[in-house]
């Protein structure tokens, strides 16, 4: 389809359209009406790719990248990160190829996207580059978007998100191209990570309590007393829509404000699941006490804030991850 010759169709990149925000994000796109390409090192693993193109490859090299960034794309969404849930991050075991790997792709997306002439980018960040010491208290967690400095993000998955962020705004300033910077709190939904060790903990509750039987035990890693705030993956889309057709450029928070501990979340889970069963607490990577989206400055800003409940979205996961659980006894 030569694009060209539609001038009314808008054509956007999604980097990072094999994973789980990137690929809803496309869905998310087409429905809208824009010519999609997609580009990521795998292609969606749950379900067959929205984009009109989807180039695989390795946003690390820079012979890709230049390749992917080859259209005169009106949006360019960069969502590509080394990432996972507690599990992954908070372990220390990944944390060189965490910093290396996502920072190499910002660098490589900012030259190639610079010389390409764009001008409207989405770069995704994330609450973990919020201090530290702000979320020492489960009940009482600080993070406003003012609040990351002085910086002390809790991983290195923080830190270089941090970075990413400043190297996005250094771009704004020295190149003109028009940026948008969200700091993402708790993604989830289906199609997402569930059993492969980067899974964050709605979807690793949703895979416990769909195993277990009606009347037995799950694990959870801690005292369960530690809060969080989850966001659900359509919301999250609208957060991101609201803030690139805006002139603001952030850093700004796309997340709920619905604060939850994690032994809530269990028995929110195990309610929709119909069962119940013990919790036995074990050790196991937490990372902070206490986060929950500070939504202030998006309701000034954008006049944006979420509208749907934890429930209504971990009904809809928790269906989808039942599924992928009965499916896979089937296969064993």
Known sequence: MNIKSK??????????????????????LKKEGYWVRGADIKRPLYSRTAADDFMVGDLRDQKFCQKVFSKPFDEVYQLA?????AGYIFTGEHDADVMHNSAQINLNALHFGRLANIKNIFFSSSACIYPERNQMDPNHPNLA???AYPAGPDSEYGWEKLFSERLYLAYKRNYGMNVHIARFHNIFGPE?????GKEKSPAAMCRKVAQAKDGGTIEMWGDGKQTRSYLYIDECLDGVRTLMKSKFTGPVNIGSEEMVSINELAAMVMKIAGKKMKIQ???GPLGVR??????RLIRKTLKWEPTGTLYDGLTKTYAWINEQVKAKRKDT
Not at 10 to 28: D, E, N, P, Q, T
Not at 290 to 295: K, T
């Open 7 to 28: 001038k009314h169709i808008k054509i956007a990149l999604v980097c990072g359209a094999g994973g789980f925000i990137g690929s809803h994000l496309v869905k998310r």
């Open 81 to 85: 990160a080394d990432m996972g849930g």
């Open 145 to 147: 978007e003012d609040s």
């Open 192 to 196: 997402g990570s569930w059993n492969n």
């Open 281 to 283: 607490h074990v050790k």
């Open 290 to 295: 206490g986060r929950s989206s500070d939504n």
